[in-house]
């Protein structure tokens, strides 16, 4: 089986045109992260700080829905086992 090529899913003409439109503004942003190492973009993400620390608490709350259907499926499942059970019996 041959391998198979990594081509962006756009068309050629457009992806073109952007990289044109890059190369003649010639951003900051692309010509930094060309100047930098390829571990340099590994210690920036390790020492940028989390957004913010989710606690059980919150989670309890978002996702209170979970339990409750949980719950539901249990009794759910409980009773058809039973009625099984029952009917194990007559049949």
């Given at each position: 089986?041959?391998?198979?090529k ?6 050629q ?36 700080p ?5 606690t059980?608490?919150d989670?309890?709350?978002q996702y209170a829905y979970v ?6 499926m ?7 086992l039973?009625?099984?059970v029952?009917l194990?019996f007559?049949?």
């Open positions: 089986m041959a391998k198979k990594r081509r962006p899913n756009i068309p003409a457009t992806l073109e045109q952007v990289r044109r439109q890059v190369q003649s503004q010639g951003t900051p942003a692309a010509s930094s992260a060309a100047k930098e190492s390829p571990a340099a973009p590994a210690r920036k993400a390790a020492a940028r989390s957004a913010s620390v989710t059980e608490a989670l309890r709350v339990i409750e259907d949980l719950r539901n249990a009794v759910l499942s409980g009773a058809f039973l009625g099984l029952v194990s007559f049949i």
